[in-house]
């Protein structure tokens, strides 16, 4: 795991083109603080920083080939590097090292732009071929590692972060207001723009060709398209979970390549916990293990992570954090983040990197099951919402339909009313309006409320995601197109959040659940493999069977909630308030001052649960501060303490050097633990 940069001239580098990469690279060190490299010749220069796990002595970067004329910068792991380097060696290719990194420039030389198709991993990479005067970036398949780009003045600026190409001076920070609709409702942007104008990221399985002062972008790896595999369907369970087992068992066994210590994220769900038992039957020692948790036990999934932690036989390490911790953080990470944080989440997902990094450099993870095997519960109502919807459309006339959903569903009471609201009753049949919006972040009619017209001028928030849905074809059903969509849009920026909060404490994160050969195996599964009835992820459950304690087999998914919304109805309501409410928020123009404030009033009444719409709301205002307004990292106000007497709080640490790469968690050597198994 390391961090890259770059900039490419048309023509020739300017004299501070260097210098500019430099300060690119180096913005990122926490991503690569065991080591710089630079490398630089008439038309380009390349950066890099070095988190060592693969070859400590000889993996440095950039790297060339023998005759120095073709150069790589690259972030990531080739889990197959060995066996692709046993082909090049046999084609006549000399290494100089033991690292994944020479694998890509020979195998570059040996077979163009078509070498991504060899490498089985997670990759990020920059190569110039100075003799041909062309560069190739390249990103994975599932887009587990990151990479920017961007056009200025005749060059082309690349980088694993957005705020390293701001870094260059050569691109300005400014809102990209085409795509806030759909980042507030979607959480992400499904293309390739960014909050950010003129900066772009890399798809996911596409490679980008400058050549000539021309970019050109294509893709060279797809998802199964054609629905579920005929042969596969009339295989039997058992078969099939036999295969799926041992894929995954195969993945685990691939991401366990280091010459640094490894562990694992645990949170006590399946998907962790079927990782961190299948690591541990791969290892001769203790696996380590890593939960985080809040102090309100309400929120806490530590007595589910020590059940695994004790089956397995694993050395478990806990951190529990609480509304300071996360609170004091927030800012400090929308920097890292470099777009407004999509989850609450991603605050934990800190805390408990930074607790990882006292141990280990790498973690294994859970990421990517529910996408692939149906996981979230979205998906059985989304499913029974579309089948019902279809029979209720077809024997009841539009006039009552129309009746039901404008008279009788607002009266009705409680959960039957909340279920009822969101169902073929009252909304249209249409993916935009029973998936997209059903589920969203901010949905659409909610933004109307809150936001200003010239926010919302980008037009259609689901068109992105929509064309995903669109693009699948053959015998996929509903489930097949729901999944789809959601591995190219909403897995992509869970992937940013593990990828940018794990570097913010120079850990590498590893996910063998999107090794790209499982995934399409998955892609072709029958759905009753995924989904029956309300049992989500059957392949999983059956596949691990016997691994783990039943009662994490059986447990209801938790997702990692965050309690957010009851703390901003509380003590934080008032600094909320202020964030969302004062005079740069008002003169931004964005939003409707009096919907926010009835909003906020709503939900500290009760009356509303407020919280999602709030959280948006307050991470878009401190990415504008950091970023668009160039304050740099924020302080949120200190909360009213809970006994009502007025006094604040000095618990909540003050702002820390985004630049600093800190060796210890703050304020929580003595909460951290060693759990008894």
């Not at 690279?25 to 603080?33: A, T, V």
């Not at 701001?166 to 207001?177: D, E, F, M, R, T």
């Not at 049992?535 to 909630?561: D, V």
Request: charged share 25%; glycine share 8%; proline share 5%.
């Amino acid at each position: 795991m390391c961090g890259i940069a770059g900039i490419v001239a048309v023509d020739r580098l300017g004299p501070d083109d260097c210098a500019r990469a430099v300060a690119m690279r180096d913005i990122m060190s926490y991503r690569g603080p065991d080591g710089a490299g630079l490398h630089s010749d008439a038309q380009a220069v390349l950066a890099h920083r070095r988190l060592s796990i693969v070859d400590l002595a000889g993996g440095h970067q950039p790297l060339s080939n023998e005759t120095g004329t073709a150069w790589v910068t690259f972030n990531g792991e080739i889990y197959n590097h060995r066996d692709v380097r046993a082909q090049l060696e046999g084609a006549g290719h000399a290494y100089r090292t033991r690292s994944d990194t020479e694998t890509i420039v020979h195998a570059y030389e040996q077979w163009g732009d078509e070498c991504v198709h060899r490498f089985r991993g997670m990759f990020a990479f920059a190569l110039w071929d100075s003799a041909a005067r062309r560069l190739l970036l390249a990103r994975d398949r599932l887009g587990v590692k990151p990479l920017y780009w961007a056009l200025a003045g005749g060059r082309l600026l690349f980088a694993s972060e957005i705020k390293a190409i701001l870094k260059s001076g050569l691109v300005a920070p400014q809102p990209n207001h085409r795509v806030l609709s759909e980042v507030l409702a979607t959480r992400g942007t499904a293309g390739d723009e960014t909050m950010f104008e003129g900066i772009y990221k890399l798809l996911p399985g596409h490679r980008l060709i400058f050549e000539d002062g021309r970019v050109r972008t294509e893709k060279y790896w797809e998802l199964p398209l054609d629905g579920p595999d005929p042969e596969l369907e009339r295989m039997h369970d058992g078969a099939l979970i036999e295969r799926f087992r041992s894929l995954l068992q195969e993945s685990v066994r691939l991401r366990l390549m280091s010459d640094v210590p490894l562990g694992m994220f645990l949170s006590g769900g399946i998907d962790s916990s079927a990782i961190a038992a299948l690591m541990a039957r791969e290892i001769d020692r203790p696996v380590d293990t890593f939960s985080v948790a809040f102090s309100d036990r309400r929120f806490s999934e530590l007595e589910y992570a020590r059940a695994v932690a004790r089956a397995i036989g694993a050395n478990a390490h806990e951190i529990v954090i609480d509304d300071n911790d996360f609170f004091a953080a927030l800012p400090r990470l929308v920097w890292h983040e470099d777009e407004p944080i999509a989850h609450p989440s991603s605050v934990p997902l800190h805390f408990v990197s930074m607790l990882a990094r006292q141990h280990v450099v790498v973690v294994l993870t859970g990421e990517g099951s529910d996408e692939l095997l149906a996981g979230y519960g979205k998906y059985p109502r989304a499913v029974i919402n579309w089948r019902a919807g279809a029979v209720y459309e077809r024997l009841v006339p539009a006039a009552v339909r129309a009746s039901v959903a404008g008279a009788l569903v607002p009266r009705l009471p409680g959960r039957a009313g909340r279920y009822a609201r969101r169902s073929f009753l009252a909304m249209p049949r249409n993916v935009s309006a029973m998936f997209l919006d059903n589920f969203a972040g901010m949905p659409v009619r909610q933004q109307r409320e809150l936001l200003s017209p010239a926010a919302l001028a980008g037009g259609d928030a689901y068109a992105s995601s929509l064309a995903y849905f669109n693009e699948v074809n053959g015998r996929s059903g509903i489930l097949g197109r729901l999944l789809h969509t959601d591995i190219k849009t909403y897995l992509v920026e869970l992937l940013m959040k593990q990828d940018q909060m794990s570097m913010s404490a120079s850990i590498e994160s590893r996910v063998p659940f999107l090794d790209h050969v499982l995934v399409e195996f998955a892609a072709r599964l029958p759905d009753r493999l995924k989904l029956r009835g309300f049992t989500t992820k059957r392949i999983l459950r059956e596949a691990i069977r016997g691994l783990l304690p039943e009662e994490i087999l059986t447990r209801r998914k938790m997702g990692f909630p965050v309690p957010f919304g009851q703390w901003t109805r509380d003590r934080w309501h008032p600094v909320v308030r202020e964030v969302l409410l004062d005079h740069r928020t008002r003169e931004r123009g964005l939003i409707n001052p009096a919907a926010v404030e009835h909003l906020l009033a709503a939900h500290r009444d009760g009356v509303t649960a407020g919280g999602d719409a709030i959280w948006a709301l307050v991470n878009l205002e401190l990415w504008y501060r950091t970023f668009i307004d160039g304050e740099g990292v924020q302080t949120l106000p200190n909360p009213v303490r809970d006994s009502g007497l007025g006094t604040r709080d000095s618990s909540v640490p003050q702002t820390i050097d985004p630049g600093t790469v800190e060796s210890r968690i703050p304020n929580h050597e003595s909460r951290e633990r060693t759990a008894t198994v």
